[in-house]
């Protein structure tokens, strides 16, 4: 069928056509063949072709073949295929196609999802690139039959394109805004993903031109970005290079943005903003929220110009080059020719001198634009529903109303002659599938129309202001579809009289419930009358009349014929509606009855009335004899006139030509228009093009040789009568619909006999899944069905396009019919998409054969087969139960009905037994035990089904519901083994629901419990339980922990809390230990009551945050809790003393994190600890010493573990910092002892950790002037701090000891975290480092050595400088203050000192001697116990002992001079050492042995170093101390130099 219309189309037969409108939402589903000759767009399941090649487009033809909505098409556009093209299903499919033959080339089914997008390789001939919803990609090569699946992300594909320029290059654009390039020829596919739009990718397109030259608007936006650039693997990229490689790709979004990408660059080079245009003409419901979309389109050879569609239906040109904002043009000069609403597809085509541009968009119209131009050439509109009726103008000539679908009227001026297409569109108030249409017979551009839900109205479609005029409506409603709708003299009570108070037409419409109303045009607000009021008054019935289905007076007014559901016609007279006669010829319901014109040389021929109806055959009548009839009562006809024979399914519509006479059209299901001549009874022609059911037929009244018709393909077709090769309908193939009605209706004439059901080919009606007995009216259910998932969603847009759902019925059979069914009327359309409810058809309702997916299976197979035997055993049956019936009232014998089982429905209970029994045997033996068990149930026999299947692990929902009935003991059964056979099936949740049926409560929790579903359990547990119930915490805890296992830890300690556990929800919220779960669980651990761990909590959350230096978040985190007052005193001092680093050292302790500190007003004159207690007093409120005490009592009791050089900076600086509050609280109390005790402490800390800078700092921060005045302050008497006074002040003098001998000439103190130990010369230095490492256990000695230091910046080079410097020029003002501070230190060179610290570091060698003797003990015992011989010697262990012994002893020997050769020591020896060494210790006072102090020889050094900057008495007292007590080896090299 599909050829012939092609052929027909396209061999000049000259079929013009309003096609299927294009589908919507979908990235490429339209495209031009390179030849300029065919544009082409997919309508639902088709592919619509035009021939553009004229200046107006024609009707090619259309691909069929597709089952379900096509989603992408294109064309070939290699040289020598431009007839080739490809078109992309929802069926799942890609089919190729020649378009010039209409014929199908191959078809493959590669996707196992919906296909989304596609394109033809413009370079590689064979190749077709294909992306599904779930983001596969297919490139077929179809002359190999090849095919290669990439998966470049697991993302919703939306638009693809290949590159014109590199073959191997595809563009693809995602749902969710991610644009990725691949190469198709590599593994690793991807080579860019481009990210940067929002939402959805519209289309992509390629630069027709290759390379990419900077296009000066480019310019800024490129340069902006130089680390791109540099971002090549060879450095630079030149300009040569990057107009060399690559291409750029435009990309129009969802986002209201175009981007322009560089491939070479794999970036955005320039974004385009959607400009808010004017919308501009366009026929637009404002409550229609439109969606946007965002086409794209870069004509070929236009490297700087892009089309793009805008945001309502207009079309922008961009000039790329234009600077500045405004870069766009609007096509479309004059008012209307753009598109009213959004555009999806743009594609243009060269033709001679001409660029044409295609769009389709979602009002419908097909539009092609001239792009020099920029004006529109033609408008092609299109259809977007059913077409059910269409009606020639009676006074304006050519012009065809036609009434669609889409709610949606046309007026088609069809002899327009500047435009082939001249349609207008009226939509105001419409709102529902337009089914009938009626010209005022005189008023011109008065047009009625009725529409699906029982509305009546009428446009004016004349007036220049109508475009945008609502319709009057009538206020009275029918209840269902509108079905005709005719113009005819008024009838009573609107007779019409002289005076011209009436109308002197009215309009009479009839619908599905039956009715027919008169309207008054005049006052269609005023009530409308049905006429069955004045028929039954004129013609005195009493009984109820037909329901009428049909309406068509005579062109002269002066008889009326109704057609009627039970498919008679009655003729009525005017004015007072006279019943003339009955025509009884039809025995289906009507639908349609067509009047012969007036105006033939044969006046009697306008007594001719034709009628169609369900049945196939149109009858013709001639009424002149009853009209002439004298006779009073009415008449009944059953003999035709005239029969015209041949369609094969139901009529659907007719029309008489008013060119000819005795000639008529008609339409029908069949999907053929036939041309009858009426008088020989002949069929003339028969017309093939649509590719679906006709509805609707009209001659042309201009035209003797050309007809219109409308079909359910959404179509409007004109065609010549002459051109077409048929001549009779179809006869060989029986039509689809023809053979479902005769397989579904109960034949009650006995010629027509049960045809087998043919399978429905899927060609034609592909939606027709309807009942065969129903009219041409109910095509309105098929299109409820099916067309509203079409394109019928303008009043609910959907974001998918109009989808066909395609049912090719398999319901090709309904179960016997039910005639006592038929008062009840079937809700039809259940299921529909439609806003409004809609009716069943106009005839009595058959069951409904399209809801069911299959015909049941019969119950009672085997006797309702013994039931359709042939005649004579049928008959047999009849005189054996007769017999047997006989015989039983007489109390005989009843002889045996073995053989007839299926005449126990008629006898007693025991045959009806045994034919039950026999039935489920049938049953079992097919595989269908549900059908079984449905029998059991009749007869009672419930158990026995119950322990089968529960054996067999069958058991169903149904059975368990049917279970009660055994009773309370085999349902709580059956319900146990159903949980079993489901748990079976790991359906462990449904079980449980089934253990709650009978209310096994726990039984169903511990179910779900043990496989895992505690949320369930929880559920099932907290609605059914008490709340005491332990099941409950036992389940929150159990969850909890395998919570805590998988590291849900919020999870868990939300199931904590609700076992009523706090303290576990705290601690498992803790767990993490990042700064915000610390801080949640203190605040929970709070609210909880738990304050001690909230404490914690929140101490342990403030120190993180105090890492990340957020002094702020530390100090909101520690004021909820009073017990942390004093720790916000620390971290308030820590706070105050690290600015004050970091304003002393700006260049140093430079951190990735900015601090936070608060703003607080600082009194920089105060001193530090002054400066402190003021913000202490003012912002943290310690304003009563009892606070105070009490902040002092808290921090106390808080010992920090000694520093050392591994002790993290930070971690020292806080430590720190709770010294020296302890000390400030001190102060401010007055108890001065306990000051001094904290700030040495706070000294020595930062001593013992390495950090000498930190020290000379603190120092210099707390004691700017020295000790002296803290001195003052002492009791004198409490040795305990005068001892503690002086160990801070040789602190003090220390750090001024390093000051004057690096930085001599009074530099600042420039050493970053300087050296601890003077690096004397390299000699010297490892000999203090190994005095360092040998780790002296005094507290005054550091174990660090300058290797461990933390920055290390004082090497010896640089000490030598500074010697050097001392040395040779230092001017001698320099020298009287350096001396003078040197008085400072004289504290340092303490006799006392030196002997405590030189016993201490012979406690420790001694020490560390004896711990090397005993490890090379136990060394030796192991090599003993392994050697092989075992005879161990005693005696040789403690030698061997002494001589390894040796060892050190004799390196450090070496190290100290060759002339002291050391004896090997022995162990009683060591161990009286150590006893004199601890005898010696124990007579210094305790008070210096705890307190620390500087090492007293080392500070004699260093004063010796600074050589002519040390007064010299000093130099003598340090002379003679290294004299006496530098025995240790450690010093005696290091001495030598000043000594000798």
Not at 138 to 154: A, L
Not at 322 to 333: A, D, I, N
Not at 1448 to 1471: A, F, V, Y
Request: aromatic content about 6%; charged content about 25%; some cysteine.
């Amino acid at each position: 069928m599909a050829a012939e219309t092609g052929t027909g189309a396209g061999t000049g037969m000259g079929v013009r056509a309003l096609p299927a409108s294009p589908n919507w939402y979908s990235s490429r589903c339209s495209d031009a063949s390179s030849d300029g000759r065919l544009f082409g767009f997919a309508a639902r399941h088709r592919v619509c072709l035009l021939d553009v090649g004229a200046a107006a487009p024609t009707f090619y033809g259309e691909l069929v073949g597709h089952t379900d909505r096509i989603s992408g098409f294109a064309f070939c556009h290699c040289p020598g295929q431009s007839g080739l093209c490809a078109s992309s299903s929802d069926d799942g499919s890609v089919k190729i196609w020649d378009a010039a033959s209409l014929s199908p080339v191959l078809e493959y089914s590669r996707h196992q999802n919906p296909i989304s997008a596609l394109h033809w390789s413009p370079l590689v001939k064979d190749l077709i690139v294909s992306g599904d919803e779930k983001g596969v990609i297919v490139c077929y090569w179809y002359n190999r039959s090849d095919s290669q699946q990439f998966f470049p992300e697991p993302r919703t594909v939306f638009c693809l394109t290949c590159s014109p320029h590199q073959e191997n290059l595809v563009a693809i654009g995602y749902k969710d805004g991610m644009v990725v390039v691949i190469d198709i020829s590599r593994k690793r596919e991807v080579l860019h993903r481009l990210r940067g739009h929002e939402d959805e990718i519209h289309c992509l397109a390629w630069c027709p031109v290759p390379g990419e030259e900077r296009l000066p608007a480019w310019q800024d936006e490129v340069q902006a970005v130089p680390s791109e650039e540099g971002r090549v693997p060879n450095g630079e990229l030149t300009q040569d290079t990057t107009t060399k490689k690559g291409c750029y790709l435009a990309s129009g979004s969802k986002d209201q943005t175009i981007r322009i990408w560089s491939c070479t660059r794999g970036r955005s080079v320039l974004t385009l903003k959607l400009p808010p245009t004017k919308r501009r003409g366009g026929a637009v419901d404002p409550a229609v929220k439109e969606r946007i979309w965002l086409t794209v389109h870069w004509p070929p050879g236009r490297a700087t110009e892009i089309v793009s569609s805008g945001f309502g239906g207009e079309l922008l040109l961009w000039n790329l080059n234009q600077p500045g904002k405004r870069k766009w043009t609007l096509l479309g000069s004059s008012e209307g020719q753009n598109h009213s609403r959004i555009v999806f597809n743009l594609s243009s085509v060269k033709q001679q001198d001409k660029e044409l541009l295609f769009s389709i968009s979602m009002d419908r119209d097909v539009k092609c634009w001239d792009l020099s131009t920029l004006d529109c050439s033609w408008t092609m509109p299109s259809l977007g529903g059913f077409v059910y009726s269409l009606a020639f103008s009676p006074v304006d000539t050519g012009c065809l109303a036609i009434g669609v679908g889409d709610s949606m009227i046309r007026v088609w001026n069809t002899l327009s002659v500047n435009n082939v297409y001249d349609v207008k569109t009226f939509w105001q108030s419409i709102k529902s599938k337009v089914t009938a249409l009626s010209w005022h017979p005189t008023k011109e551009g008065s047009l009625a129309f009725g529409t699906d839900d029982g509305k009546v109205g009428i446009f004016d479609t004349f007036s220049s202001s109508a475009k945008n005029k609502p319709p009057q409506i009538s206020s009275t409603y029918h209840k269902k579809t509108v079905y005709a709708l005719a113009w005819g003299p008024p009838t009573p009570p609107l007779t019409s009289g002289e005076e011209s108070e009436q109308p002197s037409v009215t309009l009479y419409s009839c619908a599905g419930d039956g009715i027919v109303f008169q309207h008054n045009p005049w006052n269609l607000n005023g009530e409308a009358n049905d006429i069955n009021k004045v028929i039954r008054d004129t013609n005195s019935i009493k009984h109820k009349l037909p329901a009428r289905t049909e309406i068509s007076w005579k062109p002269d007014g002066k008889l009326l014929a109704l057609g009627n559901e039970d498919g008679s016609i009655e003729i009525f007279q005017a004015p007072n509606l006279k019943l003339l006669c009955t025509i009884q010829q039809h025995h289906k319901l009507i639908n349609a009855i067509r009047w012969h014109h007036e105006h033939g040389n044969q006046p009697e021929l306008s007594y001719l009335i034709a009628s169609g109806s369900i049945n196939a055959t149109i009858y013709v009548h001639n009424l002149k004899s009853v009209v002439e009839s004298t006779s009073e009562s009415p008449l009944t006809i059953t003999e035709p006139f005239r029969t015209l024979a041949g369609h094969t399914a139901k009529i659907t519509s007719l029309s008489w030509s008013p060119h000819h006479e005795g000639r008529l059209v008609s339409a029908c299901y069949d999907g053929t228009a036939q041309v009858w001549d009426v008088m020989k009874e002949e069929p003339l022609c028969n017309y093939r093009g649509h590719q679906g059911r006709l509805l609707s037929v009209q001659w042309s009244p201009v035209d003797s040789d050309c007809v219109y018709t409308g079909a359910d393909d959404f179509s409007v077709h004109k065609w010549h009568i002459s051109k077409q090769e048929h001549t009779r309908p179809p006869q060989g193939k029986k039509s689809i619909e023809l053979e479902k009605k005769r397989s579904m209706q109960p034949k009650v004439k006995a010629k027509k006999k049960k045809k087998p059901i043919g399978q429905s080919s899927g060609k034609q009606d592909v939606n027709d899944a309807m009942n065969g007995d129903e009219s041409m009216k109910e095509t309105l259910l098929e299109e409820n069905g099916v067309l509203d998932h079409e394109g019928e969603k303008e009043a609910q847009e959907t974001e998918l396009p109009d989808k066909v759902s395609v049912t090719v019925s398999e319901d090709t059979s309904s179960s016997a019919c039910d005639y006592s069914s038929f008062n009840l009327p079937k809700p039809f359309v259940a299921q529909k998409a439609a806003p409004m409810k809609k009716d069943p058809p106009k005839e009595k309702p058959t069951p409904d054969a399209s809801l069911k997916k299959k015909k049941p299976r019969s119950i009672l197979p085997f006797s309702t087969f013994m039931d359709h035997r042939s005649k004579d055993e049928l008959h047999q049956d009849c005189l054996r139960l007769a017999t047997c019936l006989k015989t039983k009232d007489n109390n005989e014998e009843t002889p045996d009905l073995k053989d007839c089982i299926h005449l126990g429905l008629f006898t007693d209970r025991d045959s009806l037994q045994k034919m039950i029994d026999v039935e489920g045997k049938h049953h079992l033996e097919n595989g269908h035990p549900e059908l079984f068990q449905q029998l059991m149930l009749w007869k009672g026999d419930m158990k026995g089904v119950l322990q089968a299947a529960a054996e067999r692990g069958e058991l169903t929902d149904q059975l368990v519901a049917m279970s009660p009935m055994v009773g309370y003991q085999a349902w709580v059964w059956t319900v146990e083994a159903f949980a079993k056979q489901l748990c079976f099936q790991e359906q462990y949740v449904k079980a449980a629901s089934h253990l709650l049926s009978i209310h096994k409560v726990y039984e169903a929790i511990e179910l779900l419990k043990v496989n895992s579903f505690y949320r369930e359990a929880i559920v099932i547990a907290k609605a059914r339980l008490r709340p005491e119930d332990p099941i409950l915490r036992d389940l929150y805890t159990s969850w909890a922990a395998l919570l805590e296992k998988a590291g849900h830890y919020s999870m868990a300690a939300k199931c904590y809390l609700g076992a009523s556990s706090p303290y576990d929800a705290v601690k498992v919220l803790s767990r993490k230990g990042d700064v915000t779960s610390l801080k949640t669980a203190a605040e929970l651990a709070l609210i909880s009551g738990e304050e001690e761990l909230s404490a914690t909590l929140s101490l342990r959350c403030a120190q993180d945050l105090l890492l990340s230096r957020n002094w702020v978040g530390a100090q909101e985190v520690l004021q909820q809790h009073k017990t942390l007052f004093g720790q916000r005193l620390v971290f308030c001092l820590n706070e105050l003393l690290c600015r004050c680093l970091s304003e002393r050292n700006p260049c140093e302790r430079k951190s990735p994190v900015p601090p936070c500190y608060h703003s607080w007003e600082l009194n920089r004159e105060a001193s530090f600890f002054d400066m402190v207690i003021e913000v202490w007093q003012n912002v943290l409120g310690m304003d009563t010493t009892e606070r105070a005490t009490c902040a002092w009592e808290q921090l106390r009791q808080i010992e920090h573990p000694p520093s050392t050089s591994n002790t993290p900076p930070k971690q020292v600086l806080f430590h720190i910092s709770h010294d020296l509050a302890l000390a400030a609280l001190s102060c401010q109390s007055g108890t001065w002892d306990e000051a001094v005790k904290s700030i040495l402490g706070a000294v020595t800390r930062s001593f013992d950790a390495g950090n000498f800078t930190l020290m000379q700092e603190i120092c210099s921060i707390i004691l700017p002037e020295g000790c002296d005045d803290l001195r003052h302050k002492l009791d004198s008497t409490n040795s305990q701090s005068m001892d503690a006074c002086r160990s801070l002040e040789g602190f003090v003098a220390y750090r001024l000891l390093y000051d004057l001998w690096w930085n001599p000439s009074k530099d600042p103190p420039g050493l970053q975290k300087a050296v601890l130990d003077p690096v004397l010369c390299p000699s010297e230095q490892t000999a203090l480092e190994e005095s360092y490492l040998s780790g002296d256990s005094s507290p005054g000695e550091t174990d660090q050595t300058p290797a461990e230091m933390d920055e290390n910046l004082c090497n010896t080079t640089e000490v030598q400088k500074c010697e050097t410097q001392s040395d040779s020029g230092t001017n001698l003002v320099d020298l009287v203050d350096g001396q003078s501070k040197l008085k400072g230190c004289k504290v340092l060179l303490s006799e006392e000192m030196a002997v405590l610290q030189n016993t201490q570091r012979d406690i420790a060698e001694v020490q560390e001697t004896l711990a090397e003797m005993i490890r090379q003990h136990q060394q030796q015992r192991n090599n003993l116990q392994e050697n092989t011989n075992g005879n161990t010697q005693e005696s040789n262990l403690e030698q061997s002992s002494e001589t390894e012994l040796d060892k050190p002893c004799s390196d450090s020997n070496q190290m100290n001079g060759k002339d002291e050769i050391k004896q090997p020591i022995t162990l009683p020896e060591l161990t009286k050492q150590l006893l004199n060494a601890k005898q010696k210790l124990a007579e210094f006072p305790d008070n210096l042995k705890v307190l620390p102090f500087p090492d007293v020889l080392e500070c004699c050094l260093v004063l010796l170093h600074l050589g002519s900057q040390c007064p010299p008495e000093l130099q003598e007292q340090a002379l003679d101390l290294l004299r006496k007590h530098s025995s240790a080896n450690i010093y005696k090299k290091a001495v030598r130099r000043f000594l000798t």
